[in-house]
């Protein structure tokens, strides 16, 4: 299954969460929901997946989270807030890096719309 496949099949559960919950609860609910969702699709998906930061010659004492890695491919970052901010894309950007992973998608729960707050971001792809 190829990164598009999979965010099309990500895309359709991020609508189902959103438009059985409503916005404005917190990052960790959507994230118990659509990890549900994608689980149900038969989608290999890990939560709140540590990731260690590699600095010149040694592993740094500190990591980072990935809200969703699905298929591990695709990572997915979930927001709960007022607007998506530049800082949140570059914070998808280097966790692909640091990865080696082609597709991230940032989306924000808090929305009117969801559609215009779906972002797909892409390293190498």
């Known amino acids: ?66 809200d969703l890695l699905v298929e591990n491919k695709v990572i997915i970052e979930l927001k709960s807030v007022e607007d998506l901010a530049p800082i949140h894309y570059k914070q998808i950007t280097n966790y692909l890096k640091l990865t080696d992973k082609r597709l991230g998608i940032l989306v924000n729960f808090n929305t009117v719309t969801i559609l215009k707050d779906i972002k797909r971001v892409a390293n190498k792809l």
């Open 1 to 66: 299954m190829t990164e598009n496949d999979i965010s099309f099949k990500i895309r359709g559960a991020i609508f189902k969460v959103y438009n059985t919950l409503g916005p404005g609860l917190f990052e960790s609910v959507y994230e118990s929901a659509l990890y549900y969702e994608l689980t149900k699709m038969e989608l290999k998906v890990d939560r709140q997946l540590e990731i260690n930061i590699p600095y010149e010659d040694i592993i740094l004492d500190v990591a980072f989270r990935i």
